[in-house]
């Protein structure tokens, strides 16, 4: 079975200052890993994936994750917040990219001014 | 292209009754899956169907139960509601492949049981 740990629910920065939202996993097997995004009284947005090749990964809005393999984590980083990053953050595992996602309890980015 | 949608956005429900939700796939998509969102929780996996076949559940009782028509789109019944159903119930579709194509989700019903 798998199982994903988000080490913050809520995870309070200024703007313009960096941000790592921690995720740890657990599987005997291969995985698939997502981040995904959720604003407020909204679905959930796909903001990056890894599924094989280079171990980081990086969305068209200046998020980027890396996976690591030793220590089963795929956090997520950005080195500039805006107000608009303000979100809840999922990050997710499934043994492939159609099927069963298994969803961590989120983090609650709060950028503030 | 239209993307995933939902119905309804809201509703209230007493304890013991039934309700059904709708989603209906992004267009060439052949495969729906529901997720149940408790407050402050992530999403937890009900179940999938795949060509209207299910493909797949989670570790929810039988009262939960869905349907997938030839069009794809897709209904989530829950028979006997009880207090603990209230939350945010999330349907993400994708295809055409079988289980190797990324999911988009809809914007949810939210459902609250008193």
């Known amino acids: 079975a798998q199982s994903v740990t988000q080490l913050d629910s809520q995870v309070p920065v200024f703007e313009e200052a960096p941000v790592e939202l921690r995720c740890n996993y657990s599987?005997?097997?291969?995985?698939?890993l997502f981040w995904y995004v959720q604003y407020p009284n909204q679905g959930l947005q796909l903001l990056l994936k890894?599924?094989?090749?280079?171990?980081l990964v990086e969305s068209i809005n200046g998020f980027e994750a890396e996976f690591n393999k030793s220590q089963t984590s795929f956090h997520l980083r950005k080195p500039s917040v805006h107000i608009s990053d303000t979100a809840e953050y999922f990050c997710?595992?499934?043994?492939?990219?159609?099927?069963?996602?298994?969803f961590g309890q989120g983090t609650e980015l709060s950028v503030k001014p | 292209e239209t993307g995933v949608t939902q119905s309804p956005t809201h509703l209230i429900k007493t304890r013991g009754q039934q309700v059904t939700l709708r989603c209906s796939s992004q267009?060439?998509?052949?495969?729906v899956s529901w997720y149940q969102q408790a407050l402050g929780q992530g999403p937890q996996f009900i179940f999938q169907?795949?060509?209207?076949?299910?493909?797949g559940r989670g570790n929810f009782p039988p009262r939960f139960s869905g349907l997938q028509f030839p069009n794809y789109s897709s209904e989530l019944n829950v028979n006997a509601l009880e207090l603990d159903d209230s939350a945010l119930y999330l349907c993400?579709?994708?295809?055409?492949?079988?289980?190797?194509?990324?999911?988009?989700f809809g914007p949810g019903t939210r459902l609250t049981v008193t």
């Open positions: 599987s005997s097997v291969s995985v698939y």
């Open positions: 169907y795949y060509r209207e076949e299910e493909n």
């Open positions: 267009s060439g998509h052949n495969t």
């Open positions: 890894y599924l094989s090749g280079s171990t």
């Open positions: 993400a579709s994708s295809g055409p492949g079988q289980g190797n194509d990324e999911q988009y």
């Open positions: 997710a595992v499934s043994l492939n990219q159609g099927g069963k996602l298994i």
